[in-house]
């Protein structure tokens, strides 16, 4: 079995590649609800903020942060095309019809940070608490199922036998052609 370190130095570029084919994924109008194998519609869409990532030769590293509502992300695909991996994402989700989170997630460590859920029914009655907590809970449980089934449909993918062909070719192909 691995030690924590050695998986960590192994596998730590998971998270940043699963970011990376996140934005390909929203950017090349690709079905989530279909990839999800959702019963409802789900959309994702990047948010305010993108950080991205090149390790140079020299062990210095170049980090390239895109912020604002309508900031444009050319300047990340110019960074793709340099070898970067996107590092963080703010996203925005969209299950069903009107359930809309907004949330930071991580590659590294997979970090959920600014998670902000539905607002959850109120009726301003005390006795209502623990429904209140349970209704939440439900929430937080909804965006990190996605989440989560999002990064399986992408280690599927990527232990393929099929990936370099396929996944990582089109994605090459969405990088260079953008």
């Given at each position: 079995?691995l ?10 570029f ?12 929203v ?35 170049e ?37 809309e ?6 590659g ?5 940070t ?17 429904g ?17 089934t ?29």
């Open positions: 079995m030690d924590i370190a050695t998986a960590y130095n192994k596998y730590g998971l998270g940043n590649e699963f970011l990376t084919w996140l934005w390909f994924i950017e090349t109008d690709q079905d989530i609800t279909r990839i999800t194998a959702s019963k409802e519609p789900i959309t994702l869409e990047i948010g305010n903020s993108l950080v991205l990532e090149n390790t140079l030769g020299d062990k210095s590293k980090k390239i942060t895109i912020k604002g509502d309508q900031a444009g992300l050319e300047e990340g695909t110019t960074a793709l095309k340099k070898g970067a991996k996107v590092t963080e994402m703010n996203l925005v989700c969209t299950l069903g019809q009107e359930e989170y907004k949330f930071t997630i991580k590294e460590s997979f970090n959920i600014g998670l902000k859920t539905p607002t959850a029914g109120r009726d301003g009655s005390d006795d209502e608490i623990e209140l907590v349970l209704e939440k809970s439900l929430l937080l449980f909804r965006i990190t199922q996605v989440i989560d999002l990064f399986i449909k992408y280690l599927e993918q990527r232990i393929s036998d099929d990936w370099k062909n396929k996944g990582f070719s089109q994605m090459r192909t969405w990088i260079y052609n953008d």
